[in-house]
């Protein structure tokens, strides 16, 4: 099922950070309104703001921007993700996401936003 949904490019730079399984859960990863961390048996993952991110996080994969789809979704409904997704894996854009309990984030690098709006809005999403 192909949907046409509705996304917004939120500001700013974000960076997703990987730590090891057993770190304390770090100030700098908490201390912005938008952020998200995820623990499991080999790692703590931490997305956050790029410049929250200390210099001396090695595991660190900077320059990301957020499009945030109009949500809330219902849970059973399917291909919401894949009418984005599938559209920017076609352009060659590299993405990575996250879904709260009302909507999904698509990153993209900074360097690809172009070819991702451009992607996007050809398969009849609408960009704020």
């Known amino acids: ?6 996304m917004q490019l939120l ?18 990863a908490t201390s912005s309104p938008l952020f998200c961390v995820m623990r499991t048996g080999d790692e703590l993952s931490v997305m956050c703001p790029e410049p929250n991110v ?25 291909g ?11 352009a060659g854009v590299g993405i990575f996401t996250i879904s709260t309990y009302d909507t ?14 451009d992607a996007l809005i050809g398969a009849g999403h609408h960009l704020k």
């Open 54 to 78: 200390p210099e001396d996080i090695e595991l660190a994969e900077r320059g990301w921007r957020l499009f945030r789809l109009e949500g809330p979704f219902e849970f059973g409904l399917t």
């Open 104 to 117: 999904d984030y698509v990153l993209v690098k900074s360097d690809q936003i172009g070819l991702a709006r």
């Open 1 to 6: 099922m192909t949907h046409s949904l509705t």
């Open 11 to 28: 500001p700013g730079d974000y960076a997703v950070c990987r730590l090891n399984a057993d770190a304390g859960l770090p100030r700098w």
């Open 80 to 90: 919401v993700l894949a009418s984005v997704l599938v559209p920017l894996a076609e």
